[in-house]
């Protein structure tokens, strides 16, 4: 069916490093990719989007590219700090954009 | 504006008991969706609305109902609660799939 695989499940890096996170869809029509994070005991919330017709994204540390011939997407996060500490999800629109279907989330853990 | 609430913040049933989940919004958006959030599972589409008096289902419909009488309002039905219902349910709310998702505070069920 069509669904959002996301990788990795966990991530650890130190503070200071960079952090990748990768999903990947399988409708072809999808068109909006958003990222979201979501801290302990709370709600998720925007952090990025890409529509189909951008290849990349940047707001201040954080990225998101897109390849549609792969059918896949990356949120890069630089010079990580450790208020990034929280879990990320990837979702993408599916179905003539009518649903929203997020991928399993990534722990992501900054070490001082 | 009080963007997007649901009622209860926390709730305790008994196998085969039903109840309903409040979400009300008032950002008159159109597009209005339910999640369940279970570890390891992410966020999972149960229904969603594109509004008033149209509703379709998610990844996960079976043992839930939904109606959209109002822009405001989309209540999600237990009919007869089971252990596998144990989740956090999240409502959102956004003008369309393929924008910004407003989520609620969340509602965490517990079904005994």
């Known amino acids: 069916g069509e669904n959002v695989e996301q990788h990795p499940s966990t991530l650890s890096v130190q503070e200071g490093d960079s952090a990748v996170i990768k999903c990947t869809y399988s409708?072809?029509?999808?068109?909006?990719f958003p990222w979201y994070k979501q801290e302990l005991g709370k709600r998720p919330q925007l952090i990025i989007d890409?529509?189909?017709?951008?290849g990349e994204k940047k707001d201040q540390r954080i990225a998101v590219t897109l390849n549609k011939t792969a059918k896949h997407f990356s949120l890069h996060i630089t010079e990580t700090q450790p208020e990034d500490s929280a879990v990320y999800f990837c979702?993408?629109?599916?179905?003539?954009?009518?649903?929203?279907?997020f991928g399993q989330g990534t722990r992501l853990t900054i070490n001082p | 504006n009080a963007g997007v609430t649901q009622t209860p913040k926390f709730q305790v049933l008994k196998t085969g008991q039903s109840m309903t989940l409040q979400c009300a919004q008032d950002?008159?958006?159109?597009?209005m969706s339910w999640y369940r959030q279970d570890p390891g599972m992410g966020l999972r589409l149960i229904h969603y609305?594109?509004?008033?008096?149209?509703?379709d289902q998610g990844e996960v419909p079976n043992g839930y109902n939904v109606s959209r009488s109002t822009t405001e309002d989309f209540p999600l039905r237990l009919l007869s609660a089971a252990p596998s219902q144990t989740s956090v349910y999240f409502c959102a709310s956004s003008f369309s799939a393929a924008y910004e998702q407003y989520f609620g505070p969340g509602t965490r069920l517990t079904v005994t």
């Open positions: 409708d072809s029509a999808s068109n909006y």
């Open positions: 609305s594109v509004g008033a008096g149209i509703t």
């Open positions: 890409i529509r189909s017709n951008v």
């Open positions: 950002m008159n958006h159109e597009y």
């Open positions: 979702a993408s629109t599916i179905q003539g954009a009518q649903k929203l279907v």
